[in-house]
């Protein structure tokens, strides 16, 4: 069965370096969407991707972000210099039209 | 803005019993809503979705019902098991949020079954 995938599993930084995360959606999805979860909180929306743009982005997301869709597979998350409070579980998620969201199993970032 | 919330936050049940799972949100204007488990320190499986204009959807043990004008959404889970424990979520999908139609999660209802 098709599925998402991510890497790395964990990841550990030093506050102020960059990290990124990268995320194999399903093959014939569309829509791309990066999720983070700190921990004992909610699943919070961070941006959602459609056409080789950003289509929705929270206020979460600032300029310390950005995605990518390098090439037909992959779709990845910087984040340019860490912060304490960037610690947090990372899901990628993708769908079809109309379709439910799919997520990966997830990136746990873990800035010192 | 969607606020989504779920009764009860935690909920331990023996082995056998039937159990619902609450979630309610603020705006109906939704597209779907779907029901994960998240076991602890891993990912989202999605269990149900449930378009807005379908009052339930049924995966084995596994039965949830959508009211949209009413803003609720209930997962009822038939003949609990242990391997049921996790943590439930519930999401809704926006309508038209500048075409992502992202999700917004509830804060979860932590299960355990007990043998």
């Known amino acids: 069965e098709p599925e998402v995938t991510q890497t790395p599993s964990h990841q550990v930084t030093q506050m102020g370096q960059e990290v990124i995360l990268r995320c194999v959606p399903i093959?014939?999805?569309?829509?791309f969407y990066w999720y983070r979860q700190i921990l004992g909180q909610k699943v919070e929306f961070l941006v959602s991707?459609?056409?080789?743009?950003?289509?929705?982005k929270s206020e979460i997301f600032d300029d310390q972000f950005s995605v990518e869709r390098p090439d037909g597979s992959n779709f990845t998350l910087k984040i340019r210099s860490t912060k304490l409070e960037d610690s947090a579980m990372y899901f990628c998620?993708?769908?079809?039209?109309?379709?439910?969201?799919?997520f990966g199993p997830g990136t746990r970032l873990t800035v010192l | 803005k969607q606020e989504v919330t779920q009764i009860p936050a935690a909920l331990s049940v023996p082995e056998g019993e039937n159990l619902v799972l609450n979630c309610s949100f603020t705006?109906?204007?939704?597209?779907?809503l779907q029901w994960f488990r998240q076991d602890p320190g891993k990912g989202l499986t999605s269990l149900l979705l449930i378009q807005s204009s379908q009052r339930e959807q049924t995966s084995g043990r596994l039965n949830a019902s959508l009211d949209k004008s009413s803003g609720r959404s209930t997962l009822y889970i038939a003949a609990s098991q242990p391997g049921d424990s996790a943590t439930y979520l519930c999401a809704v999908r926006g309508i038209l949020t500048g075409g992502g139609n992202k999700l917004t999660f509830g804060t979860g209802t932590q299960l355990k079954v007990e043998l």
């Open positions: 093959s014939n999805h569309l829509y």
């Open positions: 705006d109906s204007a939704i597209y779907n």
């Open positions: 998620a993708s769908r079809l039209a109309g379709g439910e969201q799919f």
């Open positions: 991707f459609y056409n080789n743009e950003i289509s929705e």
